[in-house]
């Protein structure tokens, strides 16, 4: 017989220090995962401003594409889809110092869902240039046609409700909402007002005036 004291078996033939390791491994205490180590973290999301984020002017166009949206504004104005979407941001995202045409520029796919790519702030101010420009020059169009006698009341009014049916749709695609009440009354101020302009138009055309040469009065 050996000197050596062997291990006291069990009955499963294991001993009794192989028994103590495994109930060493049994109690541990499992280590809790951090849900962070796994969780996947939108980057673009977290750089994205609050505010841009929470802009929802024109979620009514999602899934609009740009060419269908510039097609349509081209048919109806002078503007395109561009000027349009910037000129708003522009009017939006005005502070007392400025308009903020960095973040707009560097956030124009989030905050309009049919424009994909960014733009520098000098695009952006471009763009809202352009806007201003052709505004300009459609006003003056537009109301040297209602000064100028070349349309009658009856026209002019007609015209007036294309043009007005055109400019409310933007205005709803852009989250206005327009009571029935709200918009007759608007198209009643404004027919009344566009038919003053033409009879002040048409006194103003009827003025005689004298010839600083001969003397005599002509109608204008």
Not at 6 to 13: F, R
Not at 73 to 101: H, K, P, S
Not at 190 to 201: A, D, G, H, L
Request: glycine share 6%; proline share 4%.
């Amino acid at each position: 017989m050996s000197d050596e004291q062997s291990p006291t078996e069990t009955p499963h033939g294991s001993s009794e220090e192989e028994r103590a390791k495994g109930r060493e491994k049994n109690t541990e205490t499992p280590v809790e995962q951090d849900p962070t180590d796994t969780e996947v973290v939108d980057e673009t999301e977290s750089t994205v401003p609050t505010d841009v984020q929470k802009y929802e002017r024109f979620k009514k166009m999602d899934g609009a594409t740009y060419d269908r949206v510039n097609g349509f504004l081209r048919d109806r104005t002078y503007i395109t889809a561009r000027e349009w979407a910037i000129a708003r941001l522009c009017a939006d995202f005005r502070t007392e110092t400025g308009v903020e045409m960095t973040k707009i520029g560097e956030n124009l796919p989030e905050l309009v869902p049919f424009m994909t790519d960014t733009y520098t702030p000098q695009a952006v101010n471009q763009a809202r240039s352009s806007f201003e420009g052709k505004v300009n020059k459609a006003g003056a169009t537009f109301l040297y046609g209602a000064m100028s006698g070349f349309f009658t009341a009856e026209e002019l009014d007609e015209l007036m409700y294309e043009v007005t049916e055109v400019a409310k749709f933007l205005l709803e695609v852009e989250g206005v909402d327009l009571a029935v009440a709200e918009e007759l009354d608007a198209e009643d101020r404004i027919s009344t007002v566009m038919r003053e302009v033409r009879e002040e138009s048409a006194r103003l055309r009827a003025e005689e005036v004298e010839c600083p040469h001969c003397g005599e009065t002509h109608d204008v």
